[in-house]
């Protein structure tokens, strides 16, 4: 198991460091700088800007330059906004997505995981119908429609939330219910479809035929196997949602990473673009190689020995 | 089952009391509040580093230059009391007030002042001010803040033309006679900043201005409360300014009409066209629209055939219909423009744009015809060759696709609409790499030089390849003098040459500004060129 781990570990890394450097150089090949605005600055001052962040160095030279120093974990200070540094503007931003985010995450397996199983346990009646309605509408209707739609009707007309802004808990709640929609749906479509496989497979009745109760046969044999899926989408699903989404931040105007990550690219500010993408894909793995660890408490199918995985 | 419903039922409507209580109380404001869109972070709050509107904004509450605008956008004074101007117009020796104190406590001095410009200027600060040539007035400055390649360098800051003589007497030397110097000073590049002071974060921030630094939540918010230490501190009435930074102009305008926001649309938010346009349709009473002292307009890339041909030019300025591109298509109330210098900026004794007329050419179709066909007789060709007219993102695109149309009416021409990404868009203007593109200028300060000396030969913002010597020679006889009637002469024959007899780019509209303002929201200013005084602000509910 450490060998297996391990060995994704490695991985992880190798990944990371191709990314780190096709992200540089594909930055670089855009037209444009972090300087270029509608009033030009005079090019004596511009060139002596661009000397100080060392953008006038050959390209290689940029490129080792920033290796050495992300590998001493140093992300550098922002071109656009210049007493902040990387590090600092993803810290606090990410402590917003990541908050919402978390929110909805949990929001999302709760609300999904037990429509789901309502509807494979009441298949082909009234809920589950309801619910796969429901759920449909919920995959195909994209969030920032419903973001916009339950802004208008609850803060707009009803007043009831503030439009955007979170000065109090309760504004939490309009993007939370927006960013969750979509994993609802989409949890609550994969928890039914292999609860109904598994309620039909022959350890459930033989749970059935030693007499244990509905709710244990539920909870303990149905639901163990049926949520595995889940699992799995929950990985990248939890890397998507904390860091952020562009479209529920800009209406709920919420200083979360996914603005920055899109203003960082529009800006060419190339420290901040490195240093999200750096993040995001940091998240990504983690969020996967933990899915990996899960999976070998979960199912218990999978058992490692000697290196070899067998699934 | 019936119970469970019932619970559920009475619990919704339970939970929906509470939060529409809390939303309530939440959205009520306490007095003296002022809370407005910045859209977003600004990028510094430096004032080395600052050069865009966001940033400026923040800064004119928490600081105050040598001298400041009043509600009639005249020269006041602010830290200096009073100022003396020496006979050639080259010398001012400003008078600091006694009571100027830094937020926290400490007076306010020429030495602050000093420090400040020449911090600005240094080409070593760390990184490199942007915005230094709007010091390069100062004796020196230019020659200071340029090191490499430059034989006139100056490296010893002591020569540069800005000394305080004691704590209270600032002397400012000048390269030449420059009438609106007063007005550089109340700019804030021209701010002054505290040696020790940090602009980070609200934690060690000092400021001189009306308020200070209470909070900066990046990317969220930033709040400003009264500096109890300035000198004219009864004239504050707020007590609060609070700024959100918030993307969307659909949320900024729910925001308003909830009462979230006290002020929606320009200098740093925006009203969403369609939304505008209701407004301005049912008259609503919240909404002000203001000429301001900018001008849009489209560039030629005089350096290309066949726009090097000044008739070309011309044909296709007149072409077209400046009226009912504002009236149809922007619907903001712009007005048209056919000169080059914007209404709202001053000449010798009222506007220049009175003054001056900006009747260097008519809308006229069929001469515009004619002027096609000489131009394009003389460029050796038969037909106007198929050309793009580029542009970015955001209103651009409906008022291009206006004009293209225009043209293909009435001159038969065809041309091929660009959209590209702002920095792409920039790159290509900037090394002409265009045949015809959107451009807009707006004034950096009120005088119509901050027009006319963009299109001179060595301009580094001169991207349509003009060069004409008379017009370099009027641009620099401008300079030398400290006459306004003869500066403003010079530079009105120099924008006859610009657009008159070459049509080197193409005016559309002066721009508008437009904003909501809740009616209980009293005394803010909008200046000539839309910057938003908030500082005098009273609420009067």
Same mark, same amino acid.
């Given at each position: 198991m450490v060998r297996y781990l391990g060995g994704k570990l490695i991985n992880i890394v190798f990944s990371l460091l191709i990314l780190a450097t096709a992200t540089f150089f594909l930055m670089k090949a855009v037209p444009g700088d972090p300087f270029t605005q509608e009033k030009a600055i005079p090019p004596e001052i511009k060139a002596n800007i661009m000397a100080h962040y060392g953008l006038d160095k050959p390209i290689g030279e940029q490129y080792l330059i920033y290796m050495k120093k992300l590998v001493q974990f140093d992300l550098g200070l922002s071109m656009k906004s210049q007493d902040r540094t990387v590090t600092s503007i993803i810290s606090q931003s990410f402590g917003t997505s990541a908050k919402i985010g978390a929110f909805a995450i949990v929001i999302s397996v709760i609300i999904g995981v037990y429509l789901g199983m309502m509807a494979a346990l009441r298949h082909r009646k009234l809920v589950d119908n309801t619910a796969m309605f429901l759920a449909v509408i919920g995959i195909s209707v994209p969030n920032f429609v419903i973001g916009s739609m339950i802004q208008y009707f609850l803060s707009v007309k009803l007043q009831i939330f503030h439009v955007a802004g979170l000065e109090s808990p309760i504004d939490y709640v309009l993007p939370t219910i927006a960013l969750s929609t979509l994993p609802i749906a989409f949890i609550a479509r994969l928890t039914r479809s292999t609860m109904l496989e598994v309620l039909t497979s022959d350890y459930i009745r033989t749970a059935k035929a030693k007499g244990l109760t509905p709710r244990a046969i539920l909870w303990q044999h149905g639901l163990r196997n049926g949520i595995l899926p889940v699992v799995t989408y929950l990985g990248p699903m939890t890397a998507n949602i904390i860091t952020g989404s562009v479209v529920v931040e800009q209406i709920f105007g919420l200083p979360g990473l996914g603005a920055y990550f899109v203003d960082s690219v529009m800006n060419r500010d190339y420290t901040l673009i490195m240093g999200i993408t750096i993040f995001y894909a940091v998240i990504l793995m983690a969020a996967r190689f933990i899915t990996d660890v899960l999976y070998i408490f979960v199912d218990p199918r999978i058992k490692l020995s000697g290196g070899v995985v067998k699934s | 089952m019936k119970k469970k419903l019932l619970l559920l039922v009475s619990l919704t409507l339970v939970l929906t009391g509470i939060l529409s209580a809390c939303g309530k109380s939440g959205s009520g404001t306490s007095d003296q509040t002022f809370r407005m869109n910045l859209t977003t972070e600004p990028p510094s709050l430096d004032v080395a580093q600052a050069q865009d509107q966001v940033s400026f904004t923040v800064l004119s509450g928490l600081f105050e230059g040598l001298v400041r605008m009043d509600a009639k956008g005249e020269i006041a004074p602010g830290v200096a009391e009073k100022w003396d101007v020496s006979d050639d117009g080259k010398k001012y020796t400003f008078h600091l007030r006694d009571n100027a104190k830094w937020s926290n406590g400490d007076p306010v001095t020429a030495q602050d002042f000093e420090y400040s410009w020449k911090r600005t200027l240094d080409p070593k600060l760390n990184p490199p001010a942007p915005y230094a040539y709007q010091l390069y007035y100062v004796k020196n400055g230019q020659n200071y803040n340029i090191a490499t390649d430059n034989p006139d360098h100056v490296s010893d800051p002591s020569q540069v033309g800005v000394k305080a003589l004691d704590d209270k007497t600032l002397e400012v030397d000048l390269e030449n006679p420059t009438p609106y110097f007063l007005n550089i000073a109340a700019f804030f590049t021209a701010y002054p900043v505290k040696k020790d002071a940090k602009f980070g974060e609200a934690e060690g921030y000092i400021s001189n201005g009306p308020f200070k630094l209470k909070s900066w939540k990046h990317g969220d918010s930033i709040e400003l409360v009264p500096n109890? +230490?300035?000198?004219? &501190?009864?004239?504050?009435?707020? &007590?609060d300014v609070k700024f959100l930074m918030v993307k969307d102009p659909n949320t900024e305008f729910s925001m308003y009409k909830t009462g979230q926001l006290d002020w929606s649309g320009l200098p740093t938010g925006s009203i969403p066209p369609a939304q505008l346009d209701k407004l301005r349709q049912e008259n609503n009473k919240e909404l002000s629209i203001k000429g301001i002292a900018s001008t849009y307009f489209y560039n030629f890339n005089n350096t290309k055939k066949p726009f090097d041909n000044a008739k070309v030019r011309e044909a296709l300025s007149m072409a077209i219909n400046r009226q009912d591109i504002v009236d149809k298509v922007t619907k903001a109330g712009q007005t048209p423009a056919y000169g080059f210098v914007s209404t709202g900026i001053h000449g010798v004794n009222g506007e220049y744009r009175s003054e001056v007329k900006d009747d260097y050419f008519k809308e006229d179709v069929a001469k515009a015809k004619e002027l096609l066909a000489e131009g394009l007789k003389e460029e050796g060709m038969t037909k106007m060759p198929e050309f793009s007219l580029s542009f970015n993102e955001g209103p651009h695109k409906t008022i291009a696709e206006a004009i293209a149309n225009m043209w293909k009416e009435n001159l038969g021409i065809d041309v091929k609409l660009e959209l590209q990404e702002w920095k792409v868009f920039l790159k290509n203007r900037q090394s002409l790499n265009y045949d015809v593109a959107r451009a807009g200028w707006g004034a950096d300060y009120n005088d119509p030089m901050t027009f006319i000396d963009l299109y001179t030969s060595k301009s580094g913002n001169n991207d349509i390849g003009f060069k004409n010597p008379e017009y370099d020679a009027l641009v620099k006889e401008a300079y030398s003098t400290a006459d306004q009637q003869k500066r403003v002469d010079a530079m009105a024959k120099a924008e006859q040459i610009l657009i008159?007899? +070459?049509?080197?780019v193409m005016p559309i509209y002066y721009y508008s500004s437009n904003q909501l303002v809740k009616p209980y929201v009293k005394n803010y200013v909008v200046d000539y060129s839309g910057n938003l005084d908030y500082t005098r602000i009273s609420i009067e509910k």
């Amino acid at each position: 198991m450490v060998r297996y781990l391990g060995g994704k570990l490695i991985n992880i890394v190798f990944s990371l460091l191709i990314l780190a450097t096709a992200t540089f150089f594909l930055m670089k090949a855009v037209p444009g700088d972090p300087f270029t605005q509608e009033k030009a600055i005079p090019p004596e001052i511009k060139a002596n800007i661009m000397a100080h962040y060392g953008l006038d160095k050959p390209i290689g030279e940029q490129y080792l330059i920033y290796m050495k120093k992300l590998v001493q974990f140093d992300l550098g200070l922002s071109m656009k906004s210049q007493d902040r540094t990387v590090t600092s503007i993803i810290s606090q931003s990410f402590g917003t997505s990541a908050k919402i985010g978390a929110f909805a995450i949990v929001i999302s397996v709760i609300i999904g995981v037990y429509l789901g199983m309502m509807a494979a346990l009441r298949h082909r009646k009234l809920v589950d119908n309801t619910a796969m309605f429901l759920a449909v509408i919920g995959i195909s209707v994209p969030n920032f429609v419903i973001g916009s739609m339950i802004q208008y009707f609850l803060s707009v007309k009803l007043q009831i939330f503030h439009v955007a802004g979170l000065e109090s808990p309760i504004d939490y709640v309009l993007p939370t219910i927006a960013l969750s929609t979509l994993p609802i749906a989409f949890i609550a479509r994969l928890t039914r479809s292999t609860m109904l496989e598994v309620l039909t497979s022959d350890y459930i009745r033989t749970a059935k035929a030693k007499g244990l109760t509905p709710r244990a046969i539920l909870w303990q044999h149905g639901l163990r196997n049926g949520i595995l899926p889940v699992v799995t989408y929950l990985g990248p699903m939890t890397a998507n949602i904390i860091t952020g989404s562009v479209v529920v931040e800009q209406i709920f105007g919420l200083p979360g990473l996914g603005a920055y990550f899109v203003d960082s690219v529009m800006n060419r500010d190339y420290t901040l673009i490195m240093g999200i993408t750096i993040f995001y894909a940091v998240i990504l793995m983690a969020a996967r190689f933990i899915t990996d660890v899960l999976y070998i408490f979960v199912d218990p199918r999978i058992k490692l020995s000697g290196g070899v995985v067998k699934s | 089952m019936k119970k469970k419903l019932l619970l559920l039922v009475s619990l919704t409507l339970v939970l929906t009391g509470i939060l529409s209580a809390c939303g309530k109380s939440g959205s009520g404001t306490s007095d003296q509040t002022f809370r407005m869109n910045l859209t977003t972070e600004p990028p510094s709050l430096d004032v080395a580093q600052a050069q865009d509107q966001v940033s400026f904004t923040v800064l004119s509450g928490l600081f105050e230059g040598l001298v400041r605008m009043d509600a009639k956008g005249e020269i006041a004074p602010g830290v200096a009391e009073k100022w003396d101007v020496s006979d050639d117009g080259k010398k001012y020796t400003f008078h600091l007030r006694d009571n100027a104190k830094w937020s926290n406590g400490d007076p306010v001095t020429a030495q602050d002042f000093e420090y400040s410009w020449k911090r600005t200027l240094d080409p070593k600060l760390n990184p490199p001010a942007p915005y230094a040539y709007q010091l390069y007035y100062v004796k020196n400055g230019q020659n200071y803040n340029i090191a490499t390649d430059n034989p006139d360098h100056v490296s010893d800051p002591s020569q540069v033309g800005v000394k305080a003589l004691d704590d209270k007497t600032l002397e400012v030397d000048l390269e030449n006679p420059t009438p609106y110097f007063l007005n550089i000073a109340a700019f804030f590049t021209a701010y002054p900043v505290k040696k020790d002071a940090k602009f980070g974060e609200a934690e060690g921030y000092i400021s001189n201005g009306p308020f200070k630094l209470k909070s900066w939540k990046h990317g969220d918010s930033i709040e400003l409360v009264p500096n109890e +230490n300035y000198w004219d &501190k009864d004239s504050i009435k707020l &007590k609060d300014v609070k700024f959100l930074m918030v993307k969307d102009p659909n949320t900024e305008f729910s925001m308003y009409k909830t009462g979230q926001l006290d002020w929606s649309g320009l200098p740093t938010g925006s009203i969403p066209p369609a939304q505008l346009d209701k407004l301005r349709q049912e008259n609503n009473k919240e909404l002000s629209i203001k000429g301001i002292a900018s001008t849009y307009f489209y560039n030629f890339n005089n350096t290309k055939k066949p726009f090097d041909n000044a008739k070309v030019r011309e044909a296709l300025s007149m072409a077209i219909n400046r009226q009912d591109i504002v009236d149809k298509v922007t619907k903001a109330g712009q007005t048209p423009a056919y000169g080059f210098v914007s209404t709202g900026i001053h000449g010798v004794n009222g506007e220049y744009r009175s003054e001056v007329k900006d009747d260097y050419f008519k809308e006229d179709v069929a001469k515009a015809k004619e002027l096609l066909a000489e131009g394009l007789k003389e460029e050796g060709m038969t037909k106007m060759p198929e050309f793009s007219l580029s542009f970015n993102e955001g209103p651009h695109k409906t008022i291009a696709e206006a004009i293209a149309n225009m043209w293909k009416e009435n001159l038969g021409i065809d041309v091929k609409l660009e959209l590209q990404e702002w920095k792409v868009f920039l790159k290509n203007r900037q090394s002409l790499n265009y045949d015809v593109a959107r451009a807009g200028w707006g004034a950096d300060y009120n005088d119509p030089m901050t027009f006319i000396d963009l299109y001179t030969s060595k301009s580094g913002n001169n991207d349509i390849g003009f060069k004409n010597p008379e017009y370099d020679a009027l641009v620099k006889e401008a300079y030398s003098t400290a006459d306004q009637q003869k500066r403003v002469d010079a530079m009105a024959k120099a924008e006859q040459i610009l657009i008159g007899d +070459n049509m080197a780019v193409m005016p559309i509209y002066y721009y508008s500004s437009n904003q909501l303002v809740k009616p209980y929201v009293k005394n803010y200013v909008v200046d000539y060129s839309g910057n938003l005084d908030y500082t005098r602000i009273s609420i009067e509910k």
